[in-house]
C-alpha cells in the first residue's frame, strides 16, 4: 500500500465553526482506494477526533500503513484530551486485515483512556453486520460505543 | 427468484490488484440477477475474502500456477469457490485452513465464532506481518454460509455456499 497523507480541504462558507474544527491536528491518509480525513472538533466536550473513511480498503497489507496512522491518531487524541470518533458511514468496503487494524487501534484507545465511538449507516447491510458486532469490545460503560447512524 | 442457475468459472491471474477487479465484477454480476443489492454486497465480499486467501497462501513458483473463481447459482442456493494450487512451502497454511475450519465447527453459531475470533485478535500482540485468520470467520459469519475445503493433490479448493 502506497500512501501519502492529505491536508484537509478547509470549511469554505469559512463559518464560525471552522476555526473550530481544526484539520490540522492530524493529517488525513490516502492510501489507495481509501481515503480517511481527520477533523477536530472543539465545539463539543470533550473535543473530537473524526476520522471519516470513504473508499474501499483492500491492500494486502493495510496495517503497513494504518497502523501508524492509528498511532499518531491516538496519540493526537490523548494530547488534546479529544475523544476519537471513527466514521465508516461512506465506506464502501473493507477487508478483513483492516478489520485487524481497527481492532488494534480500538485496544490503544482503550488502553490509554481514551473515549471512542463508532459510527456506521444503518441502512447499510454489511456495515451493520461488520459494525455491530463490535460491540464485544464494549465494557458496559461510554467509553467505547457503536452508533448507527 | 427461482429459475436462476448460472455459472462463472475464470482462471484468473493470481496479482493482488485483480481481488479488488474480480470483487466489484462479482457485485455487478449479482446485481443484475438478484434485487437485493444488500446481499449482493455480502456475495462479493465473500469472493474478496477467499481470492485474498487464496492470492496469500497459495504456492505460486510452479510452472503454470492455476488460481481459479467459480460462482455458481442454483434454486435455493449460491456457491462461490477459489482453487488455488498448494506444495510443500503452503503447507503450514493449508493445515491453518483445516484448523480453522474445524474451529468454525466447534461453535454453535457463526456469530460466537466470529466474536471469538474479534477477541482473539485483540488479545494478540501487535506485531508485523501478523495473519488475522479472520477472513474464512467473516465469510461464515457475515455471508451466513458453510465453508468447506477439499485438498486434492496439489490443489485446494474452498468453497463458500449460502443458502436463499
Known amino acids: 500500500m502506497t500512501s501519502s497523507q492529505t491536508a484537509n480541504p478547509t470549511d469554505p462558507a469559512g463559518s464560525a465553526n471552522a476555526s473550530q474544527t481544526r484539520p490540522e491536528t492530524l493529517e488525513g491518509l490516502h492510501a489507495g482506494d481509501l481515503r480517511i480525513d481527520s477533523q477536530l472538533d472543539t465545539t463539543v466536550t470533550p473535543p473530537a477526533l473524526r476520522l471519516l473513511w470513504t473508499g474501499r480498503s483492500s491492500d494486502r497489507h493495510p496495517a503497513s500503513v494504518l497502523d501508524p496512522y492509528f498511532v499518531k491518531a491516538v496519540a493526537a487524541a490523548v494530547a488534546r484530551s479529544a475523544a476519537i470518533e471513527l466514521h465508516f458511514e461512506k465506506l464502501d468496503h473493507f477487508n478483513s486485515s483492516t478489520i485487524t487494524s481497527v481492532i488494534q487501534m480500538i485496544q490503544d484507545a482503550l488502553e490509554r483512556k481514551v473515549r471512542i465511538t463508532i459510527f456506521y449507516d444503518h441502512q447499510l447491510k454489511w456495515q451493520k453486520l461488520s459494525f455491530d458486532v463490535l460491540r464485544v469490545f464494549a465494557k458496559g460503560d461510554d467509553v467505547f460505543q457503536i452508533k448507527a447512524v | ?164
Request: glycine residues 6%; charged residues 25%.
Open chain 2, 1 to 164: 427468484m427461482r429459475n436462476f442457475n448460472f455459472l462463472i468459472d475464470l482462471p484468473v491471474r493470481s496479482e493482488w490488484a485483480n481481488v479488488e477487479l474480480l470483487r466489484i465484477s462479482i457485485l455487478n454480476c449479482f446485481t443484475v440477477i438478484f434485487a437485493d443489492l444488500q446481499g449482493c454486497h455480502t456475495f462479493a465480499m465473500i469472493a474478496g475474502e477467499l481470492l485474498e486467501n487464496a492470492i496469500k497462501y497459495g504456492q505460486w513458483d510452479k510452472a503454470e500456477p492455476l488460481l481459479r473463481l467459480r460462482v455458481w447459482g442454483e434454486p435455493h442456493h449460491v456457491s462461490i469457490e477459489v482453487e488455488n494450487p498448494i506444495g510443500d512451502g503452503s503447507q503450514p497454511a493449508v493445515q491453518e485452513l483445516t484448523r480453522t475450519l474445524e474451529w468454525l465447527d466447534g461453535f454453535s453459531d457463526r456469530e460466537s465464532a466470529y466474536r471469538a475470533r474479534l477477541l482473539d485478535i485483540a488479545a494478540s500482540p501487535r506485531e508485523q506481518g501478523r495473519k488475522s485468520r479472520l477472513g474464512l470467520a467473516r465469510i461464515a459469519y457475515e455471508g451466513n454460509c458453510n465453508v468447506s475445503a477439499q485438498i486434492m493433490g496439489d490443489t485446494v479448493r474452498v468453497t463458500a455456499m449460502m443458502e436463499l
